[in-house]
């Protein structure tokens, strides 16, 4: 761990890309993922200078940048948990980044020092009044309408149990995704089921949420406006979809749930078997 280490510093200082591609590499091979990404977020990046983490960050692959944004975020979501700040009211959390209002931020910002601020500021937005616009904002597209629109395209062309799946699949990893919108279940459904269906579905057993997997991440890139990275091959006589690596990234900015179906892994798998290809 100790020659690891000591590596990946000197790859840091010198900002030597050659020699970090190679220790990444043996690190993996030796230490194992998680160890490996445990060493660089928690004992290298803390230790570096700003122009050494923004370096680092454009080297890395896509997936640990993601760990590392995903880390500060919780940083700051649980300094301002324990500092009083509401969900929803205060600060929401979003793909990427943290809406916050001015006085969440002075108090996050306080005291920190010079390279930590500025790393910090830079996931920080001011607050919107609602968050459906903001997430709309970071992801270029109407995306709430348009999933509107695809979810009832979709909905008229399945059967009932099938409806219940998808439905289960959206609004679970939608809402996990991106808490902050604690009434989207309330906004969404009637927005795409009759009353009818309503009831019809609420008789329904609990749906099994991996029944419809291909349905609903084809749904989310279609509503995303990033269809064309959806691909079509025949298998036993239906037609599948097939989702690229950047298509699973976008599903990523708006919907997670890693019990049923998890993204950040495929994806950082896909990375790893591109880097060896």
């Not at 108090?107 to 920190?112: F, G, K, S």
């Not at 629109?149 to 059967?159: E, F, G, Q, T, Y």
Request: proline fraction near 4%; hydrophobic fraction near 35%; aromatic fraction near 8%.
């Amino acid at each position: 761990l100790n020659k690891y280490r000591k590596l990946l510093k000197r790859a840091f200082k010198e900002q030597n890309k050659d020699l970090l591609d190679r220790t990444l590499r043996e690190s993996f091979e030796a230490l194992g993922a998680d160890q490996t990404e445990e060493l660089l977020r928690d004992d290298i990046f803390p230790n570096l200078s700003l122009e050494q983490r923004e370096w680092m960050m454009d080297q890395l692959p896509d997936h640990l940048q993601e760990d590392f944004k995903e880390k500060a975020k919780e940083t700051v979501t649980r300094m301002l948990i324990n500092g009083g700040f509401k969900l929803g009211t205060d600060f929401s959390v979003s793909s990427g980044m943290i809406a916050v209002s001015d006085r969440a931020k002075e108090y996050i910002l306080e005291d920190m020092p010079p390279q930590t601020r500025q790393e910090i500021e830079s996931y920080l937005v001011r607050m919107e009044s609602n968050p459906y616009e903001l997430i709309n904002e970071q992801v270029g597209c109407d995306f709430f309408n348009n999933l509107v629109k695809v979810a009832r395209s979709r909905l008229a062309s399945i059967n009932d149990d099938q409806a219940s799946g998808y439905l289960a699949n959206l609004v679970e990893g939608i809402r996990t995704k991106h808490p902050e919108l604690t009434d989207f279940e309330d906004w969404f459904l009637p927005k795409v089921l009759s009353d009818e269906q309503m009831r019809r579905l609420s008789k329904l057993d609990e749906p099994d949420p991996n029944a419809t997997c291909s349905f609903f991440l084809e749904d989310i890139l279609l509503a995303l406006e990033q269809d064309h990275l959806t691909s079509y091959q025949e298998l036993e006589e239906q037609t599948e979809p097939m989702i690229s690596t950047n298509g699973l990234k976008a599903i990523n900015q708006v919907w997670e749930n890693e019990g049923t179906y998890p993204l950040r892994e495929l994806i950082a798998e896909l990375e790893q078997e591109g880097r060896d290809q």
